[in-house]
């Protein structure tokens, strides 16, 4: 009898995955169908703006990247995050109150607390977790959180983890806010939550006008900055000082991930009890490693050299503009305002994708954005311009744009 039960269990097992199966390859399937399969490339080099790709012959011109300031293979970057290896080691094995807080990481927080001229910093091992860790230590049922509908996907998340009243306001819309603001009004706390710059339109939050509203209303302000930070503003130090709202706005989540050296982790920046208590009650930071030495080594070096001079915060505007004009001069629609993400319109998910294939045959790595990344029918290639590139790369960029475009019936 024992023997009928156990094969019993085993078939039912077997059946169950196999259900699993089904339903996976189904799903699998739909989003092949539906031209939104999001392929990885392999590639062999490191980043920068030539790049081996797996696959591919050559070098090839890479316009998907981050990489705002190139500072992500940068010598004095590469060499401090080595450095920080030998003296640190590959890794704590441990959370930080454990035993996970090097003087590195003391270092670095207070170097970013500097860079953004707020009072504390607390480092996490990546923006995601920054996002998913704030909003429920930060806001309890009694109070209200007011969101852009088109916030980062980590920001949403983290919104859905905390126990505040939830108010979202259409994207960049002042009047919507106001409303919301009218409407939250019993609530204790209030946070208004915005990107500084949104990653997939590379558009720009009004946030004057959004810290007026806060201030008539008396909410506080919150802007993540990963497409900010480093490059935004006369000093670089992000949409809240080319806006001239620094002192208006109260917390800053960011990303090393991005201009400032490219590695990983994540940080906020803000006053300092919001910062110790998030110390206390922040569980992407009370349960997940510390930020490894060699990454912790070369995002200090990207800081040390931001702090030490503007040049490298104005190393990509003219780029970005150069890019701009010649596509739109080509008759390509580009999203979004004097930022290095230049997102070229195209609306059908399928033929972003095809062009972004055929863009890499002429050399040129690009990638095409379909839903659930951006909405149905936004198709797009985001185009990010590096610091790093030369004219000549983006004049050969957009000679590939035009050629490609032309063969798709984008442009005649
Ligand atoms: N917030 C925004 C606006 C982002 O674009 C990203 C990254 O794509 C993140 C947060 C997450 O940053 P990280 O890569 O450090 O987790």
Same mark, same amino acid.
């Given at each position: 009898?024992?023997?009928?039960?156990?094969?019993?269990?085993?078939?039912?097992?077997?059946?169950?995955?196999?259900?699993?199966?089904?339903?996976?390859?189904?799903?699998?399937?739909?989003?092949?169908?539906?031209?939104?399969?999001?392929?990885?490339?392999?590639?062999?080099?490191?980043?920068?703006?030539?790049?081996?790709?797996? +696959?591919?012959?050559?070098?090839?011109?890479?316009?998907?990247?981050?990489?705002?300031?190139g500072l992500s293979s940068h010598p004095q970057v590469v060499e401090a995050g080595i450095e920080a290896l030998k003296k640190y080691g590959a890794g704590l094995s441990s959370v930080r109150f454990i035993c996970g807080t090097q003087d590195i990481h003391k270092d670095?927080?207070?170097?970013?607390?500097?860079?953004?001229?707020?009072?504390?910093?607390?480092?996490?091992?990546?923006?995601?977790?920054?996002?998913?860790?704030?909003?429920?230590?930060?806001?309890?049922?009694?109070?209200?959180?007011?969101?852009?509908e088109l916030n980062h996907a980590s920001i949403i998340d983290g919104i859905r983890l905390c126990r505040a009243k939830r108010f979202r306001y259409k994207h960049m819309d002042l009047n919507d806010l106001e409303t919301q603001l009218k409407e939250s009004q019993s609530?204790?706390?209030?946070?208004?939550?915005?990107?500084?710059?949104?990653?997939?339109?590379?558009?720009?939050?009004?946030?004057? +006008?959004?810290?007026?509203?806060?201030?008539?209303?008396?909410?506080?302000?919150?802007?993540?900055?990963?497409?900010?930070?480093?490059?935004?503003?006369?000093?670089g130090r992000g949409t809240d000082e080319l806006l001239g709202v620094m002192d208006r706005v109260h917390i800053v989540n960011s990303t090393l991930g991005k201009a400032l050296g490219g590695a990983a982790g994540g940080y906020t920046v803000g006053p300092k009890p919001?910062?110790?208590?998030?110390?206390?009650?922040?569980?992407?930071?009370?349960?997940?490693?510390?930020?490894?030495?060699?990454?912790?080594?070369?995002?200090?070096?990207?800081?040390?050299?931001?702090?030490?001079?503007?040049?490298?915060?104005?190393?990509?505007?003219?780029?970005?503009?150069?890019?701009?004009?010649?596509?739109?001069?080509?008759?390509?629609?580009?999203?979004?305002?004097?930022?290095?993400?230049?997102?070229?319109?195209?609306?059908?998910?399928?033929?972003?994708?095809?062009?972004?294939?055929?863009?890499?045959?002429?050399?040129?790595?690009?990638?095409?954005?379909?839903?659930?990344?951006?909405?149905?029918?936004?198709?797009?290639?985001?185009?990010?311009?590096?610091?790093?590139?030369?004219?000549?790369?983006?004049?050969?960029?957009?000679?590939?744009?035009?050629?490609?475009?032309?063969?798709?019936?984008?442009?005649?």
């Amino acid at each position: 009898r024992d023997r009928i039960n156990y094969l019993h269990t085993v078939l039912s097992l077997a059946i169950s995955i196999a259900e699993a199966r089904t339903v996976l390859e189904h799903e699998l399937e739909t989003i092949r169908t539906g031209g939104t399969w999001k392929g990885e490339r392999i590639i062999t080099s490191k980043q920068g703006p030539r790049i081996n790709v797996d +696959g591919s012959h050559g070098d090839i011109l890479n316009f998907c990247a981050n990489n705002y300031l190139g500072l992500s293979s940068h010598p004095q970057v590469v060499e401090a995050g080595i450095e920080a290896l030998k003296k640190y080691g590959a890794g704590l094995s441990s959370v930080r109150f454990i035993c996970g807080t090097q003087d590195i990481h003391k270092d670095l927080e207070q170097k970013l607390a500097q860079f953004h001229e707020r009072e504390d910093c607390i480092l996490y091992a990546s923006c995601f977790d920054a996002n998913a860790g704030l909003f429920e230590v930060l806001l309890g049922p009694d109070d209200a959180v007011l969101s852009d509908e088109l916030n980062h996907a980590s920001i949403i998340d983290g919104i859905r983890l905390c126990r505040a009243k939830r108010f979202r306001y259409k994207h960049m819309d002042l009047n919507d806010l106001e409303t919301q603001l009218k409407e939250s009004q019993s609530s204790r706390l209030r946070l208004v939550v915005t990107d500084g710059v949104f990653s997939m339109d590379g558009d720009m939050a009004p946030l004057k +006008g959004i810290c007026d509203l806060a201030e008539k209303y008396g909410a506080m302000v919150f802007i993540d900055e990963c497409h900010a930070t480093g490059f935004m503003g006369p000093r670089g130090r992000g949409t809240d000082e080319l806006l001239g709202v620094m002192d208006r706005v109260h917390i800053v989540n960011s990303t090393l991930g991005k201009a400032l050296g490219g590695a990983a982790g994540g940080y906020t920046v803000g006053p300092k009890p919001l910062i110790d208590l998030l110390r206390q009650r922040s569980r992407p930071y009370l349960f997940s490693n510390s930020l490894p030495p060699p990454v912790v080594g070369c995002a200090t070096r990207a800081v040390e050299l931001l702090l030490a001079s503007n040049e490298i915060a104005q190393s990509v505007g003219d780029k970005t503009m150069r890019f701009r004009n010649k596509m739109t001069e080509a008759g390509f629609t580009i999203s979004g305002s004097d930022h290095p993400i230049c997102p070229v319109m195209l609306g059908d998910a399928r033929l972003a994708s095809l062009m972004a294939d055929d863009m890499l045959k002429l050399g040129v790595y690009v990638i095409g954005f379909s839903y659930p990344v951006v909405p149905k029918g936004k198709a797009r290639i985001r185009v990010q311009i590096s610091a790093a590139h030369t004219d000549q790369d983006i004049d050969r960029a957009v000679d590939a744009f035009i050629q490609t475009g032309r063969k798709h019936g984008v442009v005649s």
